[in-house]
């Protein structure tokens, strides 16, 4: 599956979030680590919901960049 991942400043820190599994957020000192973070914190969100016996949601958030 593939998810949309919102990464942002924090200070001197990254975070990312994924707004189709809430909960599921990571922080890290560059945006590539992050971005490494963020993958296994999704595999693991998705385990855990396995594990539970809980149904994992789709993706359906989109991220766009648009000109103002």
Known sequence: MRYAVVIERAGDNFSAYVPDLPGCIATAPTPEAVESEIRE?????I???RAD???????TSRAEYVDA
Not at 41 to 45: M, T, V
Not at 53 to 59: F, T
């Open 47 to 49: 385990d855990g919901l």
């Open 41 to 45: 914190a999704i595999r693991f969100h």
């Open 53 to 59: 016996g809980e149904p994992v949601p789709e993706p």
